[in-house]
């Protein structure tokens, strides 16, 4: 076999491991919760969704911290799961958060918490602005391999 063989035989396999890789992995759920008092306000189980109208409640944006709390699976190993979510306000970027979790052992459900601190109500934007305004995009990444991705609009209630 030639060079070029072996490259091609390779990335077809490094091809076909991604494609299950993303095959394998699924959003159980996701629940946001006030940080300092464990209360859920809001919990979705669908995330077979893009491009979607959701109803977070205005409570969230008074919590100093914000739990989010990710519960998923994984059939395949993956090494360096990421998550990075894109905030658009009237469709301009205003915000990026990153967050690592790393290794995901292959056939395991995992829950993954991550606190997030408020930056103050006189920071904040009233929610009648980020109401309708507000579109999150949701990114899960192992390297440069995107796993799941959705967007959704938010609406506070």
């Known amino acids: 076999m030639s060079n070029k063989e072996d490259k091609d035989k390779s990335t077809l396999i490094a091809d076909e ?9 699924k959003i159980n759920f ?20 893009n491009n979607k109208d959701e109803n ?3 409570e969230l944006l008074n919590c100093a911290v914000v739990c989010r709390e990710i519960n998923f699976s994984s059939k395949e190993e993956i090494k360096e799961l990421q ?7 009237y469709n301009e970027l205003i915000e990026v958060t990153r967050f690592a979790f790393g290794f995901v052992i292959p056939n395991s459900t ?13 920071e904040m934007l009233p929610y009648n602005i980020l109401s309708g305004n507000l579109n999150v995009e949701t990114i899960f990444y192992s390297g440069d391999t995107v796993l799941i991705k959705n967007r959704i609009k938010i609406y506070y209630k």
Do not use: A
């Not at 998550?83 to 306000?89: A, G, R």
């Not at 995992?110 to 006189?122: A, D, L, R, T, V």
């Open 110 to 122: 995992n829950n993954w918490e991550q606190y997030i601190n408020s930056k103050g109500p006189e």
């Open 83 to 89: 998550l990075i979510q894109n905030f658009y306000l």
């Open 17 to 25: 491991l991604k494609q299950k890789m993303v095959e394998g992995f």
């Open 56 to 58: 977070l409640p205005k």
């Open 30 to 49: 996701m629940k946001m919760k006030d940080g300092e008092t464990n209360e859920v306000l809001w919990e979705s189980h669908n995330w077979d969704f």
